[in-house]
């Protein structure tokens, strides 16, 4: 595994070791021994999936202290954008966003610590997304940032008029509407 850094600290690109033939291929997509020792010793709790078809934005979402959530996300066939921004407070990069491609193809992860907001827009025909979580959802503790707010300025590649939104995603609040926490805040468990 090949951990890979950021313009923003403790948000970390993976790449794992693939090993592959005319068979096919095999990789560890996750060793909680090489996690721990490599980025931070973080404990997933759940494993969640999600297909989405060319143009499908989700995001950006988190959740609140004390639910919020750290994520290891990844492709595992398609392509898409996937983006995270920074949303803590005492943070040098607050308000500051990394995007990278993540596919099936190029096998990379993400780890999005707790703290940011985190969406990805597909490129592909379609994508299945896959991203390990530290903490359980809470309806009551959701939060989310406008995908198109001017204060971000994300470049998501595509165009406005290829974006399919979800109605929740298209009604988000924008990013000088919300109330924002520090490092140690957003750290504190549920």
Known sequence: MKIIETNISDLYLIE?????DTRGYFMESFSENLFSEMVKKVNFLQDNESKSLFGVLRGLHLQKPPYTQ?????????KVLDVAVDLRIDSPTFGKYHSSELSGENKLQLFVPRGFA????????YAI?????????SPEHELGLRFNDFDLNVDWI????????????????????QHYFSSNEYNKNK
């Open 16 to 20: 794992p070791k693939v090993v592959g």
């Open 70 to 78: 750290a994520k290891l996300v990844r492709v595992i066939e398609g």
């Open 158 to 177: 595509l165009s406005s008029a290829q974006i399919s939104l979800s109605g929740k995603d298209q009604s988000l609040p924008f990013f000088k509407e």
């Open 118 to 125: 985190h969406g990805f827009v597909v490129l592909s025909e």
């Open 129 to 137: 997304f896959s991203y390990k979580v530290d903490n359980f959802y």
